[in-house]
């Protein structure tokens, strides 16, 4: 039976994307080969890859003068890339969690890092208010802050560079993608298997490059722009999971309708939070993701943790442990998580906080 999937990443699939990379696995399309032994430079994958580009392009509005990669190392071999290929003297950070520290910490190694706003003090419980300098040769957020929880909503206008992790709330509401010269992310939380990573990148963008530094062939964009993500064999399988997860979100209405289901469910969870006599949210009103919903035991509860978490398992909810930095727990509520999902889950805390008072 399957479960009700709250894994913060990798993470639940849409059915279509497990049926679909199932049966590719044993045969891909009428090739007579697995997706995982025909040619990347065949003219069936070349297919693959052309389309998932293209739906990419669709659902996500992404105007002409873009590309869009698909990549190895993810995410986090993008917070080296970056700064490795544009901090030429200075760039601007926004720090709201674990994520950003780890970008922060490798730009540092190319040049001065400006930090415009930080939640940390506050243990990164609300997504801070920042002012883009010009003094920068770019300006780097985190949209979503999958450990902590918070989240902005809207497109920052930027008078230099902006450059995007959209980890984990890409494809989860529309975006003006002509604010950004770059936004990237692992695909492992909303776009499909681990082992892949997206890279929207202004094409003009490029020429930002620095120009007197060495930078390896594999780590600069401009290879793998020039070549399609084809510079050297890409993760095959993994384009082809994001492919049809895109197919997916396109028939679901596209990120409009991925919008309003995510309102939904985050809604549904936080009015069970602010109710419950046992569970609390972590995250301020205003900050509080979409995706990523970290909560904790009321006082007087506090040692109720891994007896909710064995009691969840019994209900076939998975995926609830908070991260080790926040501790309680974590519901990661991504395009694929449905609404019946997040009513199982709540459902099972009313059980569970019956059963306590
Ligand atoms: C998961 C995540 C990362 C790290 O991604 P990897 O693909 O594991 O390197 C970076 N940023 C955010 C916001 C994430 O959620």
């Not at 040619?39 to 105007?63: G, T």
């Not at 064995?310 to 501790?327: E, I, M, P, W, Y």
């Not at 309680?328 to 906080?353: H, P, W």
């Amino acid at each position: 039976m399957r479960k009700h999937i709250f894994n913060a990443g990798p993470c639940k699939l849409p059915d279509s994307t497990l049926e679909n990379v199932s049966k590719a696995v044993l045969e891909f399309g009428n090739t007579g080969q697995s997706i995982m032994e025909v040619s990347h430079r065949s003219a069936d994958f070349q297919a693959v890859y052309e389309e998932a580009v293209a739906l990419f392009k669709e659902v996500l509005n992404i105007p002409e003068g873009y590309s869009v990669l698909f990549l190895g190392g993810g995410a986090s071999m993008q917070f080296c890339m970056i700064p490795f290929n544009f901090l030429k003297t200075k760039a601007a950070y926004v720090n709201t969690g674990t994520w950003s520290t780890a970008a922060i910490k490798e730009a540092k190694m190319w040049g001065e890092v400006e930090i415009v706003a930080s939640s940390e003090a506050d243990g990164f419980t609300y997504y801070p208010e920042f002012t883009i300098p010009s003094d920068v040769d770019y300006m780097h957020i985190t949209s979503n802050n999958t450990i902590r929880g918070t989240e902005i909503f809207y497109d920052p206008t930027s008078p230099v560079p902006l450059i995007c992790d959209m980890s984990s709330d890409i494809c989860s509401r529309p975006v003006d993608v002509s604010k950004y010269a770059m936004i990237y992310g692992g695909c492992q939380k909303n776009l499909g298997p681990a082992g892949v990573t997206f890279v929207i990148i202004k094409d003009d963008f490029l020429n930002n490059v620095v120009a007197d530094r060495m930078i390896p062939t594999m780590l600069r964009y401009k290879t793998h722009v020039d070549k399609e993500s084809m510079y050297n064999t890409p993760p095959c399988i993994n384009i082809f999971g994001v492919k049809e997860t895109l197919k997916w979100v396109k028939a679901m209405g596209g990120v409009e309708a991925m919008e309003k289901l995510a309102i939904e469910r985050a809604d549904m969870l936080y009015a069970e939070l602010e109710r419950s006599k046992v569970f609390r949210p972590v995250v301020k009103e205003g900050s509080r993701s979409r995706m990523n919903i970290p909560f904790l035991l009321r006082e007087g509860y506090e040692s109720l943790e891994k007896e909710f978490l064995d009691f969840a398992k019994t209900k076939n909810l998975v995926g609830l442990k908070g991260h080790r930095s926040v501790g309680g727990f974590r519901a990661s509520t991504y395009n694929a998580c449905t609404i019946e999902d997040v009513k199982a889950l709540v459902a099972a805390m009313q059980e569970f906080e019956a059963k306590h008072i």
